[in-house]
């Protein structure tokens, strides 16, 4: 089953405007990851958060993290049309022995230029 | 740095045939990984290799999935007998360290069609 729940499921926006994701997931985390996913380079790590981090910050991305709401948001500023990709959140379970990553079903984001 | 290497880009074969996939970490990297993506979902982890050992396969369907990694680099991910739900993307990763702090290396994947 799939830890991560990515919302909104599909999100279309124009060139220059802010993004915003979020991610619930069930369980305590060690910490949390976002990844984007295009053809071109495919599944790449952009930012990782720790369960006792609130926020941070990575150039144009922001990640915010709330342990109490189990959910999690990423922040893309000033979009470009090369933005435009599928972002995933993933999860490694606190208290696992392997740090398995878990990730959710993605939001597919559309920067039109 | 190269990158993680996989092959072949892109296979189809029909249901009941068999296939591998190959997977080259980058260097100095112990942890690997080999996810499942069907179309329109996250990576699923099939298996996870420490070295050359399994720390993780509970999610490999090994009636018809099998793994190895000898040697403790190159990893190869098998299927057989395929099943037309097995078309997916392949994804082989890897990381310096299992600890959850070190971010994963994707390939490019092997995009499998099962007809």
């Known amino acids: 089953s799939q830890q991560g729940e990515e919302d909104p499921q599909a999100l279309s926006i124009q060139e220059g405007e802010n993004a915003t994701m979020n991610c619930s997931y069930k369980?305590?985390?060690?910490?949390l990851q976002w990844y984007r996913q295009n053809s071109g380079r495919g599944l790449v790590h952009l930012i990782l958060?720790?369960?006792?981090?609130r926020e941070k910050h990575s150039g144009r991305l922001r990640v915010t993290l709330d342990t109490s709401k189990k959910s999690s948001s990423l922040l893309i500023t000033a979009s470009r049309a090369a933005d435009t990709a599928s972002y995933f959140c993933a999860t490694v379970l606190q208290g696992g022995s392997n740090y398995k990553l878990t990730f959710g079903k993605g939001t597919l984001l559309t920067v039109n230029p | 740095e190269a990158g993680v290497a996989q092959s072949p880009r892109y296979k189809i074969i029909e249901k009941r045939q068999s296939v591998a996939f190959w997977c080259n970490p980058i260097?100095?990297?112990?942890?690997l990984y080999w996810y499942q993506q069907i179309l329109g979902q996250g990576p699923k982890l099939l298996i996870q290799?420490?070295?050359?050992?399994?720390?993780?396969d509970s999610q490999l369907p090994k009636d018809r999935f099998s793994a190895e990694r000898l040697k403790g680099v190159d990893s190869t991910l098998k299927i057989q007998p395929a099943k037309l739900e097995d078309s997916a993307v392949y994804l082989c990763?890897?990381?310096?360290?299992?600890?959850?702090?070190?971010?994963?290396?994707f390939g490019p994947g092997t995009r499998l069609t099962v007809t």
């Open positions: 290799f420490q070295n050359n050992g399994v720390v993780d």
């Open positions: 990763a890897s990381s310096f360290t299992s600890g959850g702090s070190y971010e994963q290396y």
């Open positions: 260097s100095g990297h112990a942890t």
């Open positions: 958060i720790r369960s006792n981090e």
């Open positions: 369980t305590s985390i060690n910490n």
